[in-house]
Structure formats: structure tokens, C-alpha cells
């Protein structure tokens, strides 16, 4: 569905609404205006949480992203893999701990693994697995003898972790699902969605496209009922 599709559509789908829910008196219709910058920021949370129920399984499906084929397509686009070589050390759960910068458009890791250098030839210079772990799972972990060649993965803020190895880490490569670009119907200067400003469409197949925009009217029309409401009271 184009940028003009989404905007037409929308228009059309919320008079149908607003007509079914009895707001359908003229001039309760001529008072209502939503903008093409109002209808992208509907269209964008709309897409934002949809991508969000996708992945964690909150959705009609009862799936998680890993569990169907059918949901990775849906995600397919927003697969990003990043490889870091910058590493800060930092006052952590560690002495051997140190902090990397993920993009700030990461939304969930979907695999990760870190290159070491070590004196025992057999792994230097490789890529070894990194696990996530929780902080309180740290000291229980840590003096496992068995798991010395492993990386954890701490998270520190939406998009800085913290690694920790026994051995030096060189590289982290993180495979992750990001956040999709906003809808944007037009140039909305001086105004802007997550730093975007000009015209963008959506990033999901277009299968999912009717459902954004059936949500994006409904939460329109539910902020438009509240409004109403509040006059009459």
C-alpha cells in the first residue's frame, strides 16, 4: 500500500466508522480533521506495536517469531546484523567486563556470537557462543569450568551491552530485529517521527498493511470518542 493508499484509506475507513458509532450528525463530520502528519503518527504506533506482538507471540497466531515460518517472512525486512569491533572497558558485574553500542534502532537479538583471542590455539581467533543472562544468574554461573570459553551478554540500556569473557573479545557480531522505519504520508517539517521527516512507507509486507491501517483508524477513533466525551461531560 503506497504512502496516497494509506492516507485515501484511511480517510474512507474512519467516516465508515465514525458513521457505525452514531457520530454520523454533519457537523459532528465537518468538525472532524485529521491531518497527514496526525494519520502517520496513528499508522507508525500502529505498525510499532504490530511488529512487537509479531515477534513475542502476543498475537492471534499464539506464536513467537521463532517458532513459525510464517512469522520470520512477516519480519524478514527488519533483519539487520551488525559486527562491533569498538569496545569500552566498564564497572560491571566483571573486572573483565567491557561495553559495546548497538545501533539505536535495535528492537530483540536474534543471535549473537564474539570473536576471542587466547593463548590456547584451538580458539584463538575465534567465534565462540554468547548467552544472555540475567545479573542475578552472574555469580552462579561464573566459576562454571565448563562455560570458561563462553561470552554472557548483559543488557546495560536499550542498546549497550555488556560482555564478559575470560578471554580478550575482538569482534561481536549481533544479528537482531529492528525498529521499522515510520510511516510518513508527507513531508511533515518542521515536525518529524523518530527523527524522520520526509515521505517513507511502510517496511512490512503489504499483507499486514490493512491490519496497520484498521488499527491505526481505530486508535483515531477512539481518541476522537474521548474527545467527545469530554465536551458533553
Not at 452514531?22 to 485529521?34: Q, V
Not at 559486527?83 to 569500552?88: M, P
Not at 521527516?197 to 498493511?209: A, D, F, G, K, M
Amino acid at each position: 500500500m503506497t504512502t496516497k493508499e494509506f492516507s485515501d484509506q484511511f480517510d474512507v475507513l474512519l467516516t465508515s466508522y465514525l458513521r457505525f458509532k452514531k457520530f454520523d450528525d454533519k457537523e459532528i463530520l465537518d468538525s472532524i480533521e485529521i491531518n497527514e502528519y496526525e494519520k502517520s503518527i496513528y499508522l507508525t504506533k500502529s505498525q510499532n506495536n504490530l511488529v512487537i506482538e509479531l515477534y513475542s507471540g502476543r498475537n492471534i497466531l499464539n506464536s513467537s517469531y521463532e517458532q513459525t515460518e510464517e512469522l520470520r517472512r512477516y519480519l524478514s525486512n527488519l533483519n539487520t546484523t551488525e559486527e562491533i569491533v569498538v569496545f569500552t572497558p566498564v564497572v560491571g558485574l566483571s573486572d573483565n567486563s567491557v561495553e559495546c553500542e548497538i545501533s539505536d534502532n535495535l528492537l530483540f537479538i536474534t543471535h549473537e556470537q564474539c570473536k576471542i583471542q587466547s593463548d590456547n590455539v584451538c580458539i584463538d581467533d575465534t567465534w565462540v557462543g554468547c548467552t544472555p543472562i540475567k545479573r542475578d544468574e552472574y555469580n552462579i554461573i561464573k566459576d562454571n569450568p565448563f562455560k570458561n570459553n563462553k561470552v554472557w551478554r548483559v543488557d546495560n540500556t536499550s542498546n549497550k551491552v555488556e560482555l564478559i569473557s575470560k578471554h580478550e573479545i575482538k569482534a561481536y557480531k549481533v544479528s537482531y530485529i529492528r525498529k521499522p522505519v515510520p510511516i510518513i504520508l508527507e513531508d511533515i517539517t518542521p515536525y518529524s517521527i523518530d527523527g524522520v521527516t520526509t515521505v517513507s512507507e511502510s517496511e512490512l509486507p503489504t499483507s499486514l498493511h490493512e491490519l496497520i491501517l484498521e488499527r491505526a483508524v481505530q486508535n483515531a477513533l477512539q481518541d476522537i470518542a474521548s474527545k467527545f466525551s469530554s465536551k458533553e461531560n
